[in-house]
């Protein structure tokens, strides 16, 4: 879609029309349940999580420059609200924390291609990292923002960010040594 | 020797070191073996993240999403339109109320010694701007066809002040009261 229209989906959707946003949902969800599915490594959590995030959009689409590009916007949004719905999964450990291996987010009967297998393992692996580490790698290596964006979008200091980006990085390179090869 | 820092790893994975620094990378990782060791280990992280394909989304999030929307309620923004109403209705107000104080006759009020003064003569003074217009006349009308000796009547019509002011007060009044029935109409239709 041109950065026309959708700017001009944007501007009707900002005034109330909810047939404009219900277009933009459908160009976006794809990208925001993504976002949220790696965070979240879970199908319902993630769909609950990118509804939530469109809703909270519709809310303040008022505040939003409707001059830039509405994809990365609505990826923050999610993005915030993961970072949240894991907070109150767990409100007695920090966002640092490094979790146990999620559940299988497919279950069922599927044949797994070694293809398949590859990318469950790198999921489940991105899944172990505390909330903190997974969100600096889903918002520079998914999301292709810089340092500094990172930093503005989580609200922390750019050194702590390349700190916990680093971190996150030699951990999964630890954990998929063994992938190598395959 | 010295081995590179994380930082200068990443930020060489990320490419965001200058020429220079990038060729003294390379030229370290040439001869250091850990070092090739950890660059690979990141760059197996960089060249997996970066192909793990999309999760496909199962069913379209849309329809239970605008069935949770808030029920949009009448928008009031200050949009410049709205800004000239208001203005055009205040000024208005202050107009008409410039017309009709002068002649409404305030009861005079005894007040205790130290502050007695007229209530009449205060809004005098704060009114003393006259907002007068001329009168207007329309002009006579005569037209005579000699054939058939017609005569179209003639009319004077002169307004004064008063009658302009009670016109714009009475304009005013249905423009409100139209507003109101377009806004009651527009809330009964969203229910």
């Keep these: ?182 | 020797m010295e081995h590179l820092t994380e930082e200068q790893l990443n930020e060489y994975l990320d490419r965001l070191l200058d020429e220079s620094a990038c060729q003294a990378v390379e030229a370290h990782l040439a001869k250091c073996a850990d070092c090739r060791a950890n660059m690979e280990g990141l760059e197996l992280v960089f060249a997996e993240l970066g192909e793990l394909p999309e999760a496909q989304l199962k069913h379209d999030l849309t329809p239970s999403i605008l069935d949770v929307l808030p029920q949009q309620t009448t928008a009031y923004s200050l949009t410049r339109a709205l800004a000239a109403q208001l203005g055009v209705v205040a000024g208005t107000l202050v107009w008409l109320g410039a017309q009709l104080v002068p002649l409404i006759q305030f009861p005079q009020l005894e007040f205790p010694r130290l502050l007695t003064f007229d209530i009449r003569a205060l809004f005098a003074r704060l009114l003393s701007i006259q907002f007068t217009l001329p009168q207007l006349r329309f002009p006579d009308f005569n037209y005579h066809l000699a054939a058939f000796d017609l005569r179209v009547p003639t009319f004077n019509f002169q307004l004064s002040t008063m009658h302009l002011v009670l016109l714009v007060f009475s304009a005013f009044l249905l423009w409100v009261a139209g507003n109101l029935i377009l806004l009651r109409r527009r809330r009964e239709a969203r229910k």
Excluded at chain 1, 31 to 36: D, E, I, L, S
Excluded at chain 1, 38 to 60: C, I, N, P, S, T
Excluded at chain 1, 76 to 91: D, F, K, Q, W, Y
């Design chain 1, 1 to 182: 879609m041109s950065p026309a229209s959708e700017s001009d989906l944007a501007r009707r959707a900002a005034k109330g029309d909810q047939a404009a946003f219900a277009e933009l949902v459908r160009i976006h969800q794809q990208a925001v349940y993504n976002v949220a599915f790696r965070m979240l490594g879970d199908v319902h959590d993630a769909e609950d999580a990118a509804q939530e995030a469109f809703l909270r959009a519709y809310k303040f689409f008022d505040s939003f420059d409707l001059e830039r590009p509405l994809a990365p916007w609505l990826k923050r949004i999610t993005l915030n609200v993961c970072l949240n719905h894991l907070e109150a999964e767990r409100p007695d450990s920090s966002l640092d924390n490094d979790l146990p291996p999620p559940k299988d987010p497919h279950p069922g009967p599927e044949a797994q291609t070694a293809t398949r297998q590859r990318e469950e393992r790198i999921r489940a692996e991105i899944l172990r990292l505390p909330p903190r580490y997974r969100a600096v790698i889903e918002l520079r290596h998914f999301q292709d923002m810089r340092y500094d964006e990172i930093a503005q979008a989580l609200k922390r200091p750019l050194s702590a960010v390349k700190s916990d980006l680093f971190r996150a990085r030699k951990l999964l390179a630890e954990r998929l040594k063994d992938i190598r090869g395959q």
